[in-house]
């Protein structure tokens, strides 16, 4: 990062293993991808967001060691392209504008607009922003974004000081997935059972931060009881 001259002699050998589980260089990448944008995660396991984006064939590299964040920082400015965190935003592709719940009620007033009300009324969460979106698979009840540059920022800091950065509190949208099942289950009882559904929805977003790493270790016991306690109340509800 710090020597040119070394730069040039290995900037062809710098690789990263992506989601076809094939080694390839940023410049290879761009040469496949149509939006000139390199995706990326820094988790090493599967999971369902990553599942989304290959459904949607978008290819994704993996830079799960801690000196990617600074590597990816200086590319962008080498290479001139961006780099996107696949839970840093939502690319309008992995949407499906015709499930999207946008009929109006008498108040004109969406249902997706009224589902995020509700979740936003569960949470009380003030530095939170929710959004209800309909992705291109109902197998994904939530997903928690964190701003990519703030991110970077937190990353950047635990790196160089080698300590968490946890006090530093980058920007978080929570998008809930009006496709999803469980989602539209929160939105059916919520009129019946509105605490089990505000608690349903708070184990939805609990999950979410769990997904993201985003839960502190002192947390830990107290998240896992709360969904203890749901499923709990959940199970009383069967005849």
Request: proline share 4%.
């Amino acid at each position: 990062l710090q020597d040119e001259k070394f730069y040039d002699r290995v900037k062809d050998l710098l690789i990263w293993k992506n989601s076809d589980d094939q080694w390839t260089t940023v410049s290879e990448y761009l040469e496949r991808s149509s939006e000139k944008k390199v995706f990326y995660t820094t988790f090493a396991h599967a999971s369902p967001l990553l599942n989304l984006y290959r459904e949607k064939k978008i290819e994704i590299l993996f830079a799960t060691t801690p000196v990617d964040t600074a590597v990816i920082q200086f590319l962008e400015e080498k290479l001139a392209t961006t780099f996107q965190r696949i839970d840093g935003a939502c690319p309008e592709n992995l949407l499906d504008p015709s499930k999207e719940k946008s009929l109006l009620d008498a108040d004109g007033r969406s249902e997706s607009a009224k589902i995020a009300d509700f979740i936003r009324s569960s949470l009380n969460e003030t530095d939170l922003e929710i959004e209800a979106k309909s992705l291109a698979s109902d197998q994904l009840p939530a997903l928690l974004l964190i701003d990519e540059n703030q991110r970077r920022m937190r990353d950047y800091i635990a790196l160089t000081q080698g300590k968490s950065a946890s006090f530093f509190k980058a920007k978080k949208t929570f998008v809930v997935n009006t496709n999803s099942k469980l989602i539209q289950a929160i939105t059916k009882i919520s009129p019946k059972q509105p605490e089990i559904a505000k608690e349903m929805a708070q184990s939805v977003y609990d999950l979410s931060l769990l997904a993201q790493r985003e839960v502190e270790p002192g947390d830990l016991d107290r998240v896992l009881s709360q969904k203890t306690k749901i499923l709990e109340k959940l199970g009383a509800l069967i005849p």
